[in-house]
């Protein structure tokens, strides 16, 4: 197994000559790349283009090529695949934190190079292996003082956090990253000095894991728990290479859960970190802010990945340095993740091969211990950025930014580079290579399982993580996508997109729709009409598959949005409104045939175009200027319930008045005083929705049975039509009529849905479902007209007549509805009216509600929009 990436495979004489100009390209085009993305981005030509990553890639080429030149001068036979391997790695960070952000990218350059010089002195001097092994007890003493420093005079270069840094000025450095090393070259050189497999506890087992345990209390003291982790996973695996037996993998884990589970219990740090890995959906703005904005960019890069320079990888905080492999694979792509997690595997396997292959006991166990570091501590940041594993804090060697991290990578390159150019082809020194064998599959498994995982989030979960609210990019994306307009039913404009790519934002010319027609916002998100319709409107709908494919292929972005037209009417918008002003509620006008909103009026409302200065106090006003009373309004509808019970009667509502018994006057409502002994007053009683009326139309025995009743479709089950609406409701069986009536338990309703209950009256007892878009503008230019809903019989058109008849106005060809109704939070007028079924024109039904004992206002109004429309 670990002869796949032999040497003998590669042909040539320098085949590390030739692998570094292969990853030198790749690195290049990746700049070049990364320099034209603007152009990409903002689809032209006439951009700034991004520059200052080339001083990373030139700083890295020096590096790579004067190491590779020391290398060829002094270890001629070292492994040509583990420098190239991690030169590429090195590279592909240092040119993704040049993307992040151009001052990490500068400091990581010049760490790069501080690195590039102590590598190039210890590849040089080999012998200095034996000065590390002679002095180990030295090293670690160090080590150990320099981390127990940090208590003292320890800071965090962020401001606020673990104070894991010593530092002067703008110069930090982390003692517990270089501790990793020098515990690799502490354990093995102490192993090395004891006869090999001789499992000696006293002499062997217990001096080392003292120490250890010496550096996990210092290390846990200051909170700096990744890195405790990673020290215990060392330790196991190295000794288990040094012993053999599978029971010290056995031990190892049970003692790493029953840490785990004592950090949870007496860590608040730990026990939040598992908690968002756990349970993430429930705290997504907080704990588990982080680890849900690393699986969206996983997510948004898909297959191929958004492009170089064209993500958003600074939404996930630390992008640049706990989660880069998150930036990484969002704009590289599952493809470019699983390359990513190919150079670990082929560090593995060569890493262990240099271990087997090694002239000594202390490299080989060296070699053993800083392959298991890196690839451990790969996989533990990368597990935690896709939600294998919690999160641990740990950097992604030779990748994340940090001085530190990084110059702890190329110490480990070093010292490994040097071993394999020392190794003995004719040695016999290793017997048992099953220790190596075992580590290699569990690390090749856990590799397998990130590399599964990602393809989890990217394929499997993919839509839906994209879909998800807290998803900032869609919305960001339309600040470089021209979106579609938004038109009423003669083309008037009512939202539009004004800027230039990058700067685009939207207007909206006629403010009272705001709550109709919603808003798109970097900020506050999608609502109304923006949201229903976004596919449209953004571009993801009205173009052939093969158009929309491309443009996420090249720009990561939909095309231009595609604008729709609504059934709502400006002209006669804007009279409603007018009409509306200064009075708290609500008015609707609905085609009766059709189902087209002609017009949805709510007062107060709120301004679209300026959301960012009012937003906090619009969310703290009590009358509430964001909610669409139109739609979202619960108001109770008291004897409205006449008008729909009259449905279900089987008798002639006028020549059978006699059957109707007599019945007590409502003393507090003036129109229903006097008692209902003639034909005269029943009508005026039923139009004016008094309560005395209901008693003698209910014919419900078992009030569960309401929730079926056709008439009561629209009260009950709220249509979704594109617009914010209440939550639907259900009667109990429990219920009593008192209560459904004027009690605590009221029927509840909005002015749309009660509009809709009574469009039958006018339309020949048909019914039909509201409708708010009419048609939407193709890729080819053409409008689409949406059909409409079918019409379905609620009520005989016989009956439907005989209704509107009895509900007849005195002023012409139409019926009417008022009703004054009561809750705890005070009094609401409503007022309905429609067209005859013997009327010639448009069949119209319009909906007006008054918050306030004002009924007049009401019908004063809803007579004045009747009067507007121009049949």
């Known amino acids: 197994m670990l002869k796949i990436f032999s040497i003998e495979k590669i042909t040539g004489k320098n085949p590390q000559q030739r692998l570094l100009i292969w990853a ?210 060392i330790y196991i695996f190295i000794a288990y290479f040094v012993f053999g037996k599978k029971r010290i993998l056995a031990v190892g884990s049970i003692f790493l859960l029953l840490s785990a589970i004592a950090g949870y219990i007496m860590i608040d740090l730990i026990r939040i970190r598992f908690q968002a890995w756990i349970l993430p959906w429930g705290d997504t703005q907080s704990s588990s802010y982080q680890i849900i904005q690393s699986i969206i960019a996983l997510s948004a890069g898909g297959l191929f990945g958004t492009g170089i320079g064209l993500g958003y990888p600074n939404l996930v905080p630390l992008s640049h340095s706990d989660f880069i492999f998150t930036a990484i694979a969002e704009e590289t792509g599952l493809i470019g993740s699983i390359g990513f997690i190919s150079l670990l595997v082929m560090f593995l396997f060569r890493g262990f091969k240099i271990s087997i292959e090694s002239k000594n006991r202390f490299h080989r166990y060296l070699a053993a211990g800083i392959t298991t570091y890196v690839i451990a501590q790969s996989i533990l940041i990368i597990g935690g950025n896709i939600r294998l594993f919690p999160i641990t804090g740990v950097t992604l060697p030779f990748v994340s930014y940090g001085g530190s991290s990084l110059l702890t990578s190329y110490l480990a390159l070093s010292m490994l580079v040097i071993i394999s150019g020392q190794k003995e082809k004719n040695h016999t020194l290793i017997i048992n290579t099953n220790p190596s064998r075992i580590v290699t599959a569990i690390f090749t498994f856990c590799l397998v399982a990130i590399t599964m995982t990602v393809g989890w989030w990217v394929i499997i979960r993919g839509n839906d993580l994209q879909n998800r609210s807290d998803n900032p990019r869609h919305l960001i994306s339309n600040t470089f996508v021209k979106r579609g307009q938004i038109l009423d039913r003669n083309n008037n404009l009512i939202a539009e997109t004004e800027g230039k790519p990058g700067t685009y934002i939207r207007f909206y010319p006629y403010v009272p729709l705001s709550n109709s027609i919603g808003y798109i916002h970097q900020k506050y998100g999608l609502y109304g009409i923006e949201k229903e319709y976004d596919e449209y409107l953004s571009g993801i709908k009205g173009y052939p598959a093969h158009t929309l494919w491309m443009n996420y292929l090249l720009y990561d972005q939909p095309p231009d949005g595609r604008s729709i037209r609504l059934t709502l009417d400006i002209d006669l918008q804007r009279a409603v409104d007018d009409l509306m002003k200064g009075n708290q509620g609500a008015a609707v006008v609905m085609n009766a045939e059709s189902g087209e909103i002609l017009t949805i009026s709510t007062y107060p409302f709120f301004n679209a175009n300026q959301l960012e200065d009012n937003w906090e106090n619009w969310n703290n ?12 309004g619960t108001y109770p509808i008291g004897g409205l319930l006449s008008s729909l019970l009259l449905y279900e009667q089987d008798i002639n509502l006028i020549k059978d008045f006699n059957n109707f018994k007599t019945f007590p006057s409502d003393k507090n409502t003036p129109e229903c005083e006097s008692p209902a002994l003639d034909l005269d007053n029943w009508q005026s009683n039923v139009k004016n929705g008094c309560l005395s009326t209901l008693s003698q139309l209910i014919i419900f025995e078992n009030l569960a049975s309401i929730n079926e009743s056709p008439q009561f479709e629209f009260i009950f089950d709220v249509q979704k039509i594109g617009l914010p609406t209440n939550l639907p409701i259900e009667i109990s069986p429990d219920a009593v009529w008192i209560d459904l009536i004027s009690g605590k338990d009221q029927i509840r309703s909005s002015p749309l849905q009660i509009a809709a209950s009574l469009a039958p009256l006018s339309n020949g007892g048909y019914t039909t479902k509201p409708t708010i878009l009419s048609s939407v503008n193709v890729s080819s230019g053409q409008w689409v007209i949406l059909p409409y809903e079918e019409k379905q019989v609620l009520i005989k058109p016989e009956k439907a007549v005989e209704i509107a008849q009895f509900l007849s106005s005195d002023e012409g060809e139409r019926w009417e509805l008022s009703a004054v109704t009561y809750d705890s939070n005070g009094a609401y007028s409503w007022y309905a009216l429609g067209t005859s079924n013997s009327s010639s024109t448009t069949p119209i039904v319009i909906t007006v509600v008054i918050e306030g004992e004002n009924r007049e206002k009401s019908r004063s109004i809803g007579k004045e929009i009747f009067n507007t429309l121009n049949f």
């Open 621 to 632: 006003d009590e009358n509430a200027p964001f909610l669409n009373r139109a739609t979202q």
């Open 24 to 233: 030198a390209i790749f690195l290049l085009l990746l700049s070049i790349v990364l320099t034209l993305s603007p152009a990409v981005r903002y689809r032209s030509w006439n951009v700034n283009y991004i520059w200052w990553h080339w001083i990373g890639y030139f700083i890295w080429l020096v590096s790579s090529i004067s190491i590779h030149y020391s290398i060829k001068s002094n270890l001629e036979g070292s492994d040509p695949f583990i420098f190239i391997i991690t030169q590429l790695m090195t590279g592909w960070g240092l040119l993704t934190i040049w993307r992040i952000n151009p001052f990490f990218g500068f400091r990581q350059t010049l760490w790069l190079s501080i690195c590039t010089i102590i590598s190039i002195i210890l590849l040089r001097t080999p012998s200095i292996l034996k000065q590390l092994k002679r002095f180990k007890y030295f090293w670690l003493a160090v080590g150990l003082s320099l981390i127990t420093l940090t208590f003292f005079f320890g800071t965090y270069p962020g401001g606020i956090g673990p104070t894991l840094w010593l530092g002067y000025k703008e110069i930090f450095f982390q003692p517990s990253e270089i501790l990793k090393i020098i515990l690799i070259i502490y354990l093995a050189s102490y192993f090395s000095e004891k006869q090999s497999g001789s499992f000696d506890f006293f002499h062997t087992v217990i001096p080392t894991t003292v120490l250890v345990l010496a550096s996990l209390i210092i290390l846990v003291g200051q909170r700096d728990l990744g890195t405790a982790l990673i020290f215990i996973t």
